[in-house]
Structure formats: C-alpha cells, structure tokens
T-cell receptor, first 119, second 111 residues
Framework: AQSVTQLDSQVPVFEEAPVELRCNYS??????LFWYVQYPNQGLQLLLK??????LVKGINGFEAEFNKSQTSFHLRKPSVHISDTAEYFC?????????????????FGQGTILTVHP | NAGVTQTPKFRVLKTGQSMTLLCAQD?????MYWYRQDPGMGLRLIHY???????AKGEVPDGYNVSRLKKQNFLLGLESAAPSQTSVYFC??????????FGSGTRLTVV
C-alpha cells in the first residue's frame, strides 16, 4: 500500500518570501502525484499534478513542484507568496498500475500542511 | 457549471439517528468517491464507485453504506450515527489521472 507524509504540519512565512512545502511518499509501484489546496470552509482544489515526463510541473497561482524519484519526494514551491495563499495544502498519490491495470483513481492523502502568510 | 454538489452543507444528528448525504456531479465522470476529513489526518477514503451500479469499500468503510443508482449521483448513508462519525465529508468525482473535482463538503456533528 502507498502512503504520503507531509513533513510540516504548519508553515508560517512572511508575504513575498519563498516557501517550500515538503511531501514524501512510499509506494512499491509507479505513482501519479498531486497537490491540492483547501481554503477555509471550502472543498479541495487541484493545484498541480505529475503524471509522467518532465519532473518539474507548474500549477495554478504560481506554484510548482518537483518530482524526485530517488528521494520519493514531491515538494511544492512558490518563489513569492501572497496573503491570499494562506490555506491548507494536501499532497496525494495515486498508484499507476500500467495500461492494463487500474487503481480506480483512488487517492491517498497526506495529513496536510497549513500555510500561513503574514504581512 | 455546477461541478460537484453536496447536500446538505451542515447537519446535526443525535446518536443512533440515520441520514443520507447526496452527491451530484454533472461532468459525466465514471468515478466517484466519498472521503472524510478530520483534523491532522488528511482525507480518508470511505467508499468509492467506478460506475453506475458498482461500489467498493475504501480505507474507513465501517458504519457507512453507499449507493450509485444513477451515474451522476452517489449517496452516502449513516444507518446509526455515532459521535466518532462527526467529521467533514467530501464527495469527489474524476478520472484516473485527471485529479478530482471536489464538492464543498458536508459538516456533520453527531451529539
């Protein structure tokens, strides 16, 4: 079974500073990787995803993430954060079983990282 | 442009009562999911469905039942609510590699 660990439960940062939210995963097979954002009292919104190809993926709102297979990591970064980025961020993994198999898209989520941007 | 709609948004139940949460999607997705979200635990999969008339258990299925009689609807039932089922419930739909579209959630309190 796969698992996801988000290494920081809370990350405080000042506005316009860079930020990195860390995510490690464990799986015995290939995976798809996702980052979601949840604003207060809302559902989750997809930020970006890694399926294959380039290990650096760009998402919405200026976020990007890098897939590192050797370190089984998928850290999320933004070079300059805004107050509006304050939210909870979730890393998630879906198992890829090859063209003939399917995991039915089931996602395993990390515990979440609360990003708080201070003025 | 509704996406995924969950009803109700809030509910308070007494222990032992039953209720059904409704999820409706208008994107013609085959896959639908029910998750619960608890502080510090992320989202955990309760049940999921890969098509009309099919359902399967997720990580935390005990105390819940589901039905998918129509492709666009996925119902989550609590037959006898317990305080441990106090949580925020999210429905999602999607395709395998596309990521999900989430509903806005149902906040359930069992007293």
């Amino acid at each position: 079974a796969q698992s996801v660990t988000q290494l920081d439960s809370q990350v405080p940062v000042f506005e316009e500073a860079p930020v990195e939210l860390r995510c490690n995963y464990s799986s015995s097979v290939s995976v798809y990787l996702f980052w979601y954002v949840q604003y207060p009292n809302q559902g989750l919104q997809l930020l970006l995803k890694y399926l294959s190809g380039s290990t650096l993926v760009k998402g919405i709102n200026g976020f990007e993430a890098e897939f590192n297979k050797s370190q089984t990591s998928f850290h999320l970064r933004k070079p300059s954060v805004h107050i509006s980025d304050t939210a909870e961020y979730f890393c998630a993994v879906s198992v890829y079983l090859g063209p003939g198999g399917t995991s039915y898209g089931k996602l395993t989520f990390g515990q979440g990282t609360i990003l708080t941007v201070h003025p | 442009n509704a996406g995924v709609t969950q009803t109700p948004k809030f509910r308070v139940l007494k222990t032992g009562q039953s209720m059904t949460l409704l999820c409706a999607q208008d994107m013609n997705h085959e896959y639908m999911y029910w998750y619960r979200q608890d502080p510090g635990m992320g989202l955990r999969l309760i049940h999921y469905s890969v098509g009309e008339g099919t359902t399967a258990k997720g990580e935390v299925p005990d105390g819940y039942n589901v039905s998918r009689l129509k492709k666009q609807n996925f119902l989550l039932g609590l037959e006898s609510a317990a305080p441990s089922q106090t949580s925020v419930y999210f429905c999602a739909s999607g395709r395998r590699a596309d990521g999900y579209t989430f509903g806005s959630g149902t906040r359930l309190t069992v007293v």
